[in-house]
Every structure is written in structure tokens, then in C-alpha cells.
């Protein structure tokens, strides 16, 4: 019980306490230590002291403890868990540091931004691929139907079509051709009707006549205009107003430029070594969020000078036209 009541008291104490405490016991100098681990002095010195932040990392630590504890009698795998729980506000340190840098939430929403991006274009595709089945599906449902209620449509026609020889006959038949006027000549007239058929003689043209200038008024006269031609009617810009756009970047760099209908041609951030090639109708408009940034800019293949463009806070906002 004296033994146990006595080691608790070691078992509480740091590890660099411990590893001094059983290397002054064993008569080892600092120098002896830190010369068997091909180490400088001042390293055994830190693991003594408790500066753990003079040590690369938690690896190399580690190591040097196990080896130390080892040299001196101890229990290499007692005094490592002793380091553990040592390290372990160390850690939650870090990780609150790690958490706080601004970089690492940059790169977190950068992170959540690509995740919704991808669920999104997922979506879209899913909803494009329903519009065409949608599409290539109705089609044919609906020629079916169109198919099962044709003949019900084209009867309709016929029947009403078929009066129409009935109203023509009559008017027809009522004018005698030449053959029957000969005939009706070479019969033997009555002598009590001379006067009536004079009359009917008479008005056989005329009826002939006005029956033929109803037909020639109903013939609808076909007059053949020339269509104008076309002149961009689709309103789409001509390659005479197309403009094309080159930059390469030499650092990080926001970048946006728009068409003259207002199109977002590109708005995003450029890296070192990334470049653009973008054509739209000019003029065009362009917003370079870091000048320094931008190693070269050729607008129609030719390079443009930067310098005659006002510039605030390595901002810069301009117009280029053709």
C-alpha cells in the first residue's frame, strides 16, 4: 500500500518532471542523454521543461520520449499515455486555431458551394431528361388518337359535299345544247306559237351569259409577290460584331466580363497560370478586380496596355470596343 501510495504521486507528474527525476537517479547528464539519441541538448532540455513547441511534431515527440524513457528505466508505454493526456489541450488548441483561420473557412464554403452546384446540375439533368421522355412520349399518344378519330372527321365532309352536285345540275341541265337546238329548229313550229318561242331564243344566250359571269367572278385571281429577303430576322449578332477576349493571369484574380445585350461571358477567380478565351457581341465590358494580376490581355488578337485604363485600389473597370 506504501508503494502504490507513493507511485501516485509520480503518475501525476509531467513527463519531462519524470524523465528528469529517473535520469538524475541513473546519473546521466543532459549531454549523455541528448549524445545517445544523435540529439542536440537543447531538445532534451525542451521535453524536460514541458516546451513541446520546439519539437517538429507530435511524431518526432513521441519519439524521443519513448527512447529517453527507455534509457532511464522507466516504462515507455506509461510515460506515452502520460503524454497523451499532456498533449491533449495542445490538440484542442490547434484545432481551435485551425478552425478560426479564415483561409480554412474560405476554403469550407468553397467546399458547401461545390456540393450544392453538383446537386443542382444533378437535378437539372434529371429534369431535362423528363421534359424529353415527356416529349417523345405525348407525340405518339396523341397521333393515336388522331388516328382512331379520322374517320369520324372525314366522313363529315362527304356527306356535306354531296348536295353540292344537286344546286349544279339543275343549272346545267336548264341550258339546251347545240345539238338539242337543232332539233327543236327542225321540228314543225305551231303556227299559234311563233311569238313565244322568239322569246325563248332570245334568252338562251343571255342565260348562257349570266351564268358564265358568276363562274368567272367566283375564280379567285392568284397574283405572285416576291417575298423580301430576309435581313437577320432572328436578331442574332453578325460575326462583324463578335468580339473576342484572351487574358492570362499571373496571380489570383477576379474577373468578369458581360456582351452588349448584358451577357455574363465569365465571373469568376483566376489562379496563377489560368487564362480565358471568351467571345461575345461588343463592346464588351470588363471588371479586373487585381491589375498586378494580369500577365497579358489581347482583345481581336491584339494586345492591350492596361496603363490607359484608370485604376483604383488595383481595380479597374473599362469598355472595349471593336
Known amino acids: 500500500m506504501a508503494n ?8 501525476n507528474e509531467a513527463v519531462g518532471q519524470q524523465l528528469q527525476k529517473a535520469r538524475e537517479a541513473a546519473g546521466l547528464s543532459v ?104 416529349a417523345f412520349l405525348m407525340p405518339g399518344q396523341d397521333s393515336g388518337e388522331a388516328q382512331s378519330e379520322a374517320p369520324g372527321v372525314t366522313e363529315a365532309p362527304q356527306e356535306q359535299k354531296e348536295p353540292a352536285p344537286e344546286t349544279t345540275e339543275p343549272s346545267a341541265a336548264s341550258v339546251p345544247s347545240a345539238s338539242e337546238a337543232v332539233e327543236l329548229s327542225s321540228l314543225p313550229e305551231p303556227a299559234a306559237e311563233p311569238d313565244t318561242l322568239a322569246p325563248l331564243a332570245t334568252e338562251i344566250p343571255a342565260g348562257g351569259e349570266a351564268l358564265s359571269e358568276p363562274v368567272a367572278e367566283q375564280i379567285p385571281t392568284v397574283v405572285e409577290t416576291p417575298e423580301p429577303a430576309l435581313q437577320n430576322a432572328s436578331g442574332l449578332a453578325t460575326s462583324s460584331d463578335m468580339a473576342r477576349l484572351q487574358i492570362q493571369f499571373t496571380g489570383n484574380c477576379w474577373i468578369q466580363v458581360r456582351d452588349a445585350n448584358g451577357n455574363q461571358l465569365v465571373s469568376s477567380l483566376q489562379r496563377a497560370g489560368d487564362s480565358i478565351d471568351v467571345s461575345g457581341e461588343a463592346p464588351l465590358k470588363v471588371v479586373i478586380g487585381a491589375v498586378d494580376a494580369v500577365g497579358t490581355i489581347r482583345f481581336q488578337g491584339e494586345p492591350v496596355e492596361l496603363g490607359t485604363y484608370r485604376a483604383v485600389n488595383n481595380r479597374s473597370e473599362f469598355t472595349l470596343t471593336i
Open 4 to 11: 502504490d501510495e507513493s507511485s501516485q504521486p509520480a503518475m
Open 31 to 134: 549531454s549523455e542523454v541528448a549524445g545517445a539519441q544523435h540529439l542536440r541538448p537543447s531538445v532534451i532540455q525542451a521535453i524536460e521543461s514541458g516546451d513541446y513547441s520546439q519539437i517538429d511534431s507530435e511524431l518526432f515527440l513521441k519519439g524521443y520520449v519513448r527512447t529517453y524513457a527507455k534509457q532511464v528505466g522507466l516504462n515507455a508505454d506509461s510515460v506515452i499515455a502520460d503524454l497523451d493526456r499532456e498533449l491533449e489541450p495542445i490538440r484542442q488548441q490547434r484545432e481551435q486555431e485551425y478552425e478560426a483561420n479564415p483561409l480554412v473557412d474560405i476554403e469550407r464554403r468553397r467546399r458547401r458551394k461545390r456540393q450544392v452546384a453538383r446537386t443542382l446540375f444533378f437535378l437539372v439533368i434529371l429534369g431535362v431528361a423528363g421534359y424529353l421522355a415527356f
